[in-house]
């Protein structure tokens, strides 16, 4: 799927339950949601699917979700894709799961979620660069939904300025996660964080910054077999 556009270069859909599976969205563009664009739904599932070379002009350059209440994306691949925020962006979002995706080599950062609740679950999130989280860039909205990151690679992501691996602000959980070979400016080589943060069982490993390689926190951290 080729196309230019404002909303959803290759798709754009509102309402419903739409499950887009063993798809491939490549050299799209678009302001938002630049391979797909998606709001007001229920459960929007995307399985299987290449998101690649897509240029967001501001966020979303692979997808862009938003006002959704449970949005599942399992087994995609996001990679050399270019946007000012997140080559998968979701906001406004009652609970967001990411499941075995590879996030790679992307401009822009990786993941941008502003959401009550999100689960990131054996990913791999590697060389993407941005300003702010290179890798992943979290900002949680108010809520009492889980707000996790359990097995996932956080790995040679960059940031100019703050965060080389990931920003966080808000209560978050980390669990057997490692971070690897990321690297910043300032503050935060691997994560900045900003809330009440836990770390079990997680590697940090050959991270860089000016401040704080491994981890920058103006926070409540708590690290548990570290």
Same mark, same amino acid.
């Given at each position: 799927?080729?196309?230019?556009?404002?909303?959803? +270069?290759?798709?754009?859909?509102?309402? !419903? #339950? *739409?499950?887009? @599976?063993? &798809?491939? =969205?490549?050299? $799209?563009? %678009?302001?938002?949601?630049? +391979?797909?664009?998606?709001?007001?739904? !229920? #459960? *929007?599932?995307? @399985?299987? &699917?290449? =998101?690649?070379? $897509?240029? %967001?002009?501001?966020?979303?350059?692979?997808?862009?979700?938003?006002?959704?209440?449970?949005?599942?994306?399992?087994?995609?691949?996001?990679? $050399?894709?270019?946007?000012?925020?997140?080559?998968?962006?979701?906001?406004?979002?009652?609970?967001?799961?990411?499941?075995?995706?590879?996030?790679?080599? $992307?401009?822009?950062?990786?993941?941008?979620?502003?959401?009550?609740?999100?689960?990131?679950?054996?990913?791999?999130?590697?060389?993407?660069?941005?300003?702010?989280?290179?890798?992943?860039?979290?900002?949680?909205?108010?809520?009492?939904?889980?707000?996790?990151?359990?097995?996932?690679?956080?790995?040679?992501?960059?940031?100019?300025?703050?965060?080389?691996?990931?920003?966080?602000?808000?209560?978050?959980?980390?669990?057997?996660?490692?971070?690897?070979?990321?690297?910043?400016?300032?503050?935060?080589?691997?994560?900045?964080?900003?809330?009440?943060?836990?770390?079990?069982?997680?590697?940090?490993?050959?991270?860089?910054?000016?401040?704080?390689?491994?981890?920058?926190?103006?926070?409540?951290?708590?690290?548990?077999?570290?």
């Amino acid at each position: 799927i080729e196309i230019m556009t404002n909303l959803g +270069g290759g798709v754009m859909l509102r309402g !419903g #339950n *739409p499950t887009i @599976a063993d &798809c491939v =969205f490549i050299n $799209n563009w %678009a302001e938002f949601g630049a +391979g797909v664009y998606i709001r007001e739904a !229920g #459960n *929007p599932k995307f @399985a299987r &699917c290449l =998101f690649e070379k $897509n240029l %967001a002009l501001s966020a979303g350059s692979g997808l862009r979700c938003r006002v959704v209440v449970l949005a599942e994306i399992s087994d995609c691949v996001f990679r $050399n894709n270019e946007a000012m925020l997140g080559a998968i962006g979701v906001g406004d979002i009652g609970l967001a799961r990411i499941e075995r995706c590879t996030v790679s080599s $992307n401009l822009g950062g990786g993941i941008q979620i502003q959401t009550s609740g999100f689960e990131i679950i054996d990913c791999i999130v590697a060389e993407n660069h941005a300003d702010v989280g290179g890798g992943i860039i979290i900002g949680q909205q108010s809520g009492s939904r889980p707000c996790r990151i359990v097995r996932t690679r956080v790995r040679d992501n960059s940031s100019w300025l703050f965060a080389g691996g990931l920003a966080v602000s808000g209560q978050c959980e980390f669990i057997d996660c490692e971070f690897i070979r990321n690297e910043t400016e300032q503050l935060g080589g691997a994560v900045l964080a900003q809330g009440e943060t836990s770390f079990v069982n997680c590697v940090f490993s050959s991270n860089s910054a000016g401040l704080g390689g491994g981890i920058y926190g103006s926070a409540i951290l708590t690290t548990t077999n570290w």
